[in-house]
């Protein structure tokens, strides 16, 4: 994954001191473990899958899954073939297993994602159509294996309902302090699902799987705690289809995975506006790297969904490189969304192009400075950065009654530089850095 330039990079480099924050870490993996299953495996032929790419095989998955879970955990294994599926519910000690070209294919047809199911859509709560792939409120799940998922998204299907109107519906609601349960969407609404969401489960592993053609977000782990995401191919280029969305998650690791989205390549969220304050609960703790980012609009993301706030991010040793990724770190609210964004740091990446700049704080986001929540970006270190190309290192935008402080940028490399930063109330500043303009 790593170029020969960048392993010169690295070896270049003066061996970190180990400061206060990145001494973090250690202790934060050491609360991160993945499940470990059962040695029964559970192959889905057995219960009448049928490898044809017609058939739908939902029954002989879900089968397979409970009498997994009834006999106490195990691999329930998709063997190599094409599968037809619709919604698949993964239960508590049962790991889903793509076996070598093994592609499980997902229904383009929204009743095989009904009944609706409780989520959050765009960081608001409500029950939708559900995930792809959904667990509620279970322990030890995960989706292993070196198949494929295909959600078939495409723009006569999924990718067809675009924006849709219920959005409005759906926050004026949560402003209005209308009940979660009263909150009900389905087909006619065009509410988008998830590819795979676990939602407030324990103890997450989704490894070496390819993710093709989401019809929205792609991993949304929401109100988990010991999340691993490790090893993933996502392609997959349809709106909003980001790649990574840790949402109000506690100890999580993302290692060694390649992005190539049509949104934020890894998006840290946690509820929008009152809803999220209702629900409070912040993502901390959430550690990337070894990860290869290519289209998207920024290859770490932190926000809009970010009301509940966010802290403890450690990002280092990635690459990030695209003619049509926006910026390599970016954090995004306003005054609608509030939340304090806090103790971020990255260090050691290699952003080969980047189409805007390598850091973006936008905090005029969609409302900007109309609302009355204060959004807080603080204490962010970014270090040993090797930019090649981008047209400018700073595009920040605050307003006055935002906070944007502490934002610092050391011993980097700033290559191709063809425009004045824009930085508009904030405190940043660029500290023992090289800026080298555009030939």
């Not at 964004?341 to 390598?358: M, Y």
């Amino acid at each position: 994954m790593k170029t020969a330039a960048f392993a010169f990079f690295c070896l270049t480099l003066t061996v970190f001191a180990e400061t206060a924050e990145w001494s973090q870490v250690p202790e934060i993996l050491a609360r991160i473990s993945p499940p470990t299953f059962p040695a029964h495996d559970f192959n889905i032929t057995n219960f009448g899958a049928v490898a044809d790419g017609q058939t739908d095989s939902s029954k002989g998955i879900h089968e397979a899954i409970d009498t997994c879970t009834q006999t106490g955990g195990g691999r329930v294994i998709i063997p190599a073939g094409d599968f037809l599926t619709g919604a698949i519910h993964l239960k508590s000690n049962v790991e889903l297993h793509l076996a070598t070209n093994a592609v499980l294919k997902f229904s383009t047809d929204p009743h095989a994602y009904l009944p609706a199911v409780f989520t959050r859509f765009e960081g608001t709560e409500c029950y939708n159509l559900s995930p792809l792939i959904y667990a509620l409120g279970q322990s030890n799940v995960a989706v292993t294996g070196t198949g494929i998922l295909d959600g078939q998204a495409n723009a006569s299907t999924w990718l067809a309902w675009g924006k849709s109107s219920a959005r409005k519906r759906l926050a004026k609601m949560a402003e209005d302090n209308v009940p979660v349960e009263n909150r009900q969407f389905g087909e006619a609404d065009h509410l988008r699902p998830d590819f795979i969401e676990f939602n407030r489960c324990q103890n997450v592993l989704i490894e070496g799987i390819k993710i093709r053609r989401s019809p929205m977000w792609e991993i949304h782990p929401l109100l988990c705690t010991n999340v691993t995401v490790r090893g993933v191919d996502i392609f997959s280029h349809g709106a909003n289809n980001d790649g990574c969305d840790p949402e109000s998650c506690r100890n999580v690791l993302i290692e060694n995975c390649v992005f190539d989205t049509g949104d934020d390549c890894i998006a840290i969220k946690s509820g929008r506006n009152s809803d999220g304050r209702r629900v409070g609960v912040p993502a901390k703790d959430i550690i990337i790297r070894d990860c290869s980012m290519r289209d998207g609009h920024g290859g770490v993301t932190i926000g809009s969904e970010i009301s509940g706030s966010c802290s403890n991010v450690f990002v280092e040793n990635c690459e990030m490189s695209s003619p049509n990724l926006t910026c390599a770190l970016r954090l995004k609210s306003n005054a609608m969304r509030g939340g304090t964004l806090q103790n971020i740091f990255i260090r050691n990446v290699n952003v080969g192009q980047v189409k805007d700049s390598v850091l973006q704080i936008d905090f005029l986001y969609e409302e900007g400075a109309v609302g009355e929540f204060k959004p807080i970006a603080r204490n962010v270190i970014m270090e040993h950065i090797l930019v090649s190309q981008t047209p400018r290192v700073l595009n920040v935008r605050g307003f006055p009654k935002a906070e944007i402080s502490g934002v610092r940028i050391y011993h980097s490399t700033f290559k191709g530089i063809k425009k004045p930063d824009t930085v508009i109330d904030a405190d940043v500043k660029l500290v023992d850095c090289s800026i080298e303009s555009a030939k």
